[in-house]
Every structure is written in C-alpha cells, then in structure tokens.
C-alpha cells in the first residue's frame, strides 16, 4: 500500500529547446490542481531528464509575479520524492525553507526555516548514519533553535519554546521543548481553526489530547489515534486477496500481453465510504476501467483521523498485473 500524496491530475507536455520533455501542472493556492488558469495561483515544472542530464528537476512559479516558489531534485515525474537540496520561497522573495534529502527520499542532515520577512525562524536537525549497503538511519530529529519574527531567541540547543506550522498551515501548535523534546502542555488548532487541541507530553510520547470543537464538543485521544490512516476491513492482506479475486482482466489486454502497475485514486471519506475514483496509471486496453470497477465494489473502511477527529483522505492503490499468470497484486 501506498502512503497518501497529492492529487495530481493535469499534465501540459513542453518541450524545451535542447529536447529535454518537462511537465507543467496548474495548482490553486490551496495547493490543488487545476484547468481553470484564472483560479491558479502558482505552475509546477516537471523536467525529466535526457542524455546530457541525470536528474528530475522540479520547479515551481507564482503566477502573479513569475517570482520562484520553489526548486529542488526528485526521483519521479509527480514531484513527490526529493533528494538533495529543496528550496522553497516566499511570494515575495525571500527564503521560506532549505532543507536536505537523501537518495531515498529521506530528511537529512540540517534544515533552515524563515519568516516572511526573511529572518531565521527555526533550524532543525536530522541526524543519519549509512550502512554499508547505502541505506540511511534517520534518528528523531533536534530541534535547535526557534527565533520569533524580530529575532528574538526562544529556544535554544533544545530547550526552550517553539511554535510548529505545517506546511498547508491549517495545523498550528505551540509549546516547550525540553532536550530536544516536547514536554508538558502543547496547544494548537487545525482545519482552518475549526478545531482547536491540548496535549501533553512526557519526554517526547504523547500522555495524551483533547480536541474542542466549534460547537464545544470535546473528543480524547491517544498516541495510537492523533493520526491514523484509513483501515480496509481485515487490513492489508484482506484487500489484495479481494482485489486478486475480483479483477477481471480484460480479454484484449490478456491477448497483447499487458505487464505493469494500474493505480486508482479516491477519497475515503469521514464516514469510511470510498468515492471519488480516478484512474491515475493507465495501461491501456481496458486495464484502468477494469480497476475502477472492482475498486468501486469495495468494502466500507474505518475512516482516518486527526487528532481524534475523523477525515476525508486521499488515497492511491497501485494493482499490479502479470498477464503470464494472470494475478493481480500490490
């Protein structure tokens, strides 16, 4: 199974002027693609590359002012696997973020955050070690210092107090940290401050949480629930058996010897009811319809939560086919 990613479904095909192919996607400013150019607010670049280049380059534009918003390396053509340095900018110009990768798509090394108004804000750090066959150990990461917007020193080797935005900035939380780790009361809200949290931690573990509601309602929750993906009935090993069951390959693809991987997208929504189905890889000669029709059929899931809170996610569920037994697998 694969984890969540975005939604990415519109594709322009470029070509620049020393034949290398680059992908251009549309992106309203809540970060979802789109056709309409008056509701987009800023382009992603895809560049894959061709003889004379090794790497993917991914780069990004405000529309408004052409002005970059960010730039980085990737190892696949949807921008969502990083290696190396990742730059990201402000609308204005300044520096948002520079953060390191590694081959494998892991946060490494030193990462640098700034305010709007171009000043640090925060640096963390990713401590890694490689093995012998080149894999990395990515151990909890160090938060090193946090400066407010005048440049005000609030936490410092560790220890101090910090305030946490995700990237989408619908989820806030504030806190202090004690040798590294958050301890005692953290507060916060997410979805657009509908829902507003308070937890507490022990050296770094999460005791436990309170989300409040706009309308009071409070709802606790543990380690286990504060983010939790959607469940199909049965897990893992009781989807692939359904799909494997019920895929019906289509005849002609059979007959041309059709070899690959299909991919599905839909929503799980709060309710756990699957909607929404896309076919995100195609293999031709009705392979995708054939997915969409069994994934349609599937079993309600246990919905994913935050914080407690059931949600709508975004899900992608590759199928592998192998026309020389005729199986279907993740």
Partial sequence: MRKISLIIFLFLLTCTGYGQVSFQTLYTKNNKATKDL????????????????KDTIVEEYFLANNAPKLQGKVTDIFATKFKGKKYELFENGNLKSEVMYSNHSEQIDTAFYYHQNGKIKSILYYPYKIDRKGKYKIDEPLF??????????LLKNGNGFAVEVADNSY?????????????GEWRGHF???RYTFVETFIAGKLISGITTDSLGQQTPYDSISVGKQPDYPGGISSLMQYISRNYDFPRQA??????GTVEVEFVIDKSGEP?????????????????????????KWTPGRQRGIPVS??????????????????
């Fill in 38 to 53: 008056e509701k987009a607010h800023y382009a992603r670049i895809v560049t894959i590359p061709d003889q004379n280049t």
């Fill in 144 to 153: 090193l210092a946090y400066v407010d917007s005048t440049g005000k020193i």
């Fill in 171 to 183: 989820t806030y939380e504030e806190g202090n940290y004690v040798n590294h780790k958050k301890e």
């Fill in 191 to 193: 979805n657009g401050k």
């Fill in 254 to 259: 059979l007959t041309e010897g059709v070899n």
């Fill in 275 to 299: 909607r929404d189905f896309k076919i995100k890889r195609d293999l031709g000669y009705g392979t995708g319809e054939a997915a969409l029709r069994v994934t349609k059929k599937m079993k």
């Fill in 313 to 330: 996610v975004s899900y992608i569920l590759p199928i592998r086919l192998n026309t020389s037994t005729s199986m279907n697998q993740f």
